[in-house]
């Protein structure tokens, strides 16, 4: 495969990728201060459909584009931003695993509170709090891949 092709692929994964996670933080967020029950229930099985569809599949294309990438542009690994790159987008998929949990158990939660003609529950909310709280780093990791990509800094040392 050759290198624009496959810098192509990489462009759209990660398109897909921040897309979909803007897209179904917005949507879920705004189904959760709603604070009706059918409105999350419907939002959250959808968010979860787009995690396994888009999420899932551009969380495996993008290290292996990537690496392919360095690989046939001759980026030497050592490069401070690169290296960056890897750890910021360790950092997003470790906070990412646990949300795919979490919007599966809220799917869950307003989905009884839906059946039971109840509001949300106190769990509902705990989950949430956490999914806010994975999610607001995993959003600043990905604004900092995006900026080594296309800056690529010389200059960029690990904190000490």
């Given at each position: 495969m050759d290198y624009l092709t496959l810098k192509y692929l990489h462009i759209v994964a990660s398109t897909l990728?921040?897309?979909?996670g803007i897209g179904s933080a917005f949507y879920l967020l705004l189904a959760t201060l709603s604070?009706?029950?059918?409105?999350?229930?419907?939002?959250?099985?959808?968010?979860?459909?787009?995690?396994?569809?888009?999420?899932?599949?551009?969380?495996?294309?993008?290290?292996?584009?990537?690496?392919?990438?360095?690989?046939?542009?001759?980026?030497?690994?050592?490069?401070?931003?690169?290296?960056?790159?890897?750890?910021?987008?360790?950092?997003a998929v470790a906070c990412w695993l646990p949300v795919v949990w979490i919007q599966m158990r809220?799917?869950?939660f307003s989905k009884a509170a839906v059946q039971a003609g109840?509001?949300?529950?106190?769990?509902?909310?705990?989950?949430?709090?956490?999914?806010?709280?994975?999610?607001?780093?995993a959003f600043f990791a990905f604004l900092g891949i995006f900026y080594l990509?296309?800056?690529?800094?010389?200059?960029?040392?690990w904190p000490v």
């Open positions: 990728l921040f897309g979909t604070r009706d029950a059918r409105v999350v229930s419907a939002v959250a099985a959808y968010v979860v459909a787009a995690d396994w569809l888009f999420t899932a599949t551009t969380v495996v294309i993008q290290p292996l584009t990537g690496y392919w990438l360095v690989s046939k542009a001759g980026f030497p690994w050592t490069a401070s931003w690169l290296q960056w790159s890897v750890g910021l987008y360790v950092l809220l799917r869950t109840s509001p949300l529950p106190p769990v509902y909310w705990r989950h949430f709090y956490a999914w806010v709280a994975l999610g607001v780093p990509m296309v800056a690529k800094p010389v200059a960029l040392s």
